[in-house]
């Protein structure tokens, strides 16, 4: 196996600007990924996707197993040609799917948990070699190693026996790479929100000869500050010349906080959720279309936004899509919000290389306490 | 008013080979007009609808009287800014949802039609005149009259006295037209299935002096073969100088074979609706999706296509978009339709300026018939 290269560029503060070569193109970071869970971004196709400035995306491992499954992807020759995307993908194991959602009782034993597909039924057994295996089968740049997510609150002790077995999958997922493979593998910090189990997670991985370490079982509920304690918390224990992951982060402030404390990559749902529901990221807060006072605006969502949606559309055509329900609507939302984040990496990344990160983050915030801070 | 000029290019048969320049460009004829009713297409922006070589656009004046309303559309300057599309558009007065749709026994005097607005329950009362007025204010390049499409099958009675009222209201639209509009007017051939009354209809349609013609009242759930017999009997009494447009019609076969009729322009919810519904066009004739045949199909929807669709999925891919109920299974869908139809519009311009539509014809048929007639 080759390591990935991560070659850091600039440092300010504890933020860095670095560039991460994978098997299939190179990742300039900080970088968010737009999430295409089933192998397809909401709305949004490939050739789309790649001029909004994306150079990394997420798919869901677990997800793609059950649907299409083994047999296409692999008559595909992988998920790049599935998807219809030639350039870098990771995709989550599904470890958040498995243990932290709703119906999140598994039945799990040291080797690995049960799992029954919600779309036919069939009882699967999933351990952290089938699932690294699986993740290398489809080919992808990154895999992320099976983790146990837990929910938030949890008491000590269930957090601390999730946080080993994370340990313990890990180092059993890093034996079970194949020699060779293409793909890069990532650890996971598990924990909870208690500081002494997210340290001796983080030390452990460490120990451990991962290409990439990522920062898992946050913003699932706790205070904003809380979660950006433990970031940090799990963070000063993780080699500084491997990229950091942020799982599952978040919105604009939350990213520009994260990438302060030196996170390089990120996924998030909320650009293309928040779309669904009117909700613009723009350089003066949040626009929620729905609003009235939108009804007659011919302004752009964002006069500050250079995107194909804010160069040719009004914030009253917008509402008027948004209020009747039309197909148009998620997708130039997704269209904007996905833009809007790729620009927010771009403007991060410049800040880091020119060492201009506090002025930056200054200028930021003074934009978005105009509205409503996004 | 200056009427917009239509040039005849070439006949081959009844088929015209023509070229009509609106206020906003030209479009060559025979034509196929997406479907934008509320002022969006399905998932599709102008730039997409404008890069599969569509040059005509329809929209409904009535839809877009309720939502946004006039204020809304003047401050934009019309419904062109409004929707960001530059190109020729063509609105439907409404008349067919007002009268032909399931709860459409509405109060209709001499003088109008009341209405009561399904958004705020706010009662209008819409007049050929305020519909021809509405559509002229929006700035459209082609204004639909207000015409009585009645459901079928209709009694001769019932569709005397809609054809009687369709007339006097088309000749009063005629006189409402605002000295200097660039709006070109088209007047509607009504009549139901019944042939003497299409023909007195469209006699009396031809001796008044509108831009262009229409037939409606078609497709409302009669046999194909009736249909295309009352079409003829339409055509025959209109000038040959002026468009002919059958509304709301149709299937790939039935374009081809109103083409053949004699037909410029078409409008049609099918290809959108149909791709929501998992159904392609393609040259082997309809291809159903959702059937497991595709499952693990790596063929391109239709491998003599050159959509970005077919040059970049699988069969697999769309196949699971569809089963997984992806946004992105529309959108791809949509595109790849659309382009079918306006590659068959481009495929039977050229054979009629030709000279070679009647092997065209074949060669369609032949394809088609390898699988589901389109």
Known sequence: MKAPRFELLARDGAARRARLRLAHGTVETPAFMPVGTRGAVRGLGPGELYDLGTELLLGNALHL???????????????????????????????????????ACRPTT?????????????????TPESMLEWQERMGVDIAMVLDECIAWPATQERARAAARRTLDWAARSLRARRAGAATAVFGIVQGGTHTALRTACARALADLEFDGYAVGGLSVGEPRALMLEMLEVSLRELPGTR??????????????????????????VLPTRNARNGQLYTSAGVLRLRNA????????????????????????????????????????????????YQKLMRGLRAAISTGRLEQHTATLYAGWERGTLC
Chains 1, 2 share one sequence.
């Open 65 to 103: 197993l059950l649907r299409p499954g083994p047999e296409v992807l692999e008559k595909h020759g992988g998920l790049h040609a599935f998807m219809g995307w030639d350039g870098p993908l990771l995709t989550d194991s599904g470890g958040f799917q498995l243990f932290s959602l709703a119906s």
């Open 110 to 126: 040291p080797e690995g948990v049960e799992f029954r597909s919600p779309l036919d039924g069939a009882r699967l057994f999933l």
């Open 243 to 268: 990229p950091r992951y942020l799982m599952g982060v978040g919105t604009p402030t939350e990213l520009l906080e994260a990438v302060r404390c030196g996170v390089d990559l990120f996924d998030c």
């Open 293 to 340: 006072v939108h009804r007659e605006s011919l302004l752009p969502p964002d006069p500050e936004c250079a995107c194909p949606v804010c160069r040719t559309h009004s914030r009253a055509y917008l509402h008027h899509l948004q209020r009747s329900g039309e197909l148009l609507s998620a997708r130039l939302n997704s269209l904007h919000n996905l833009y809007y």
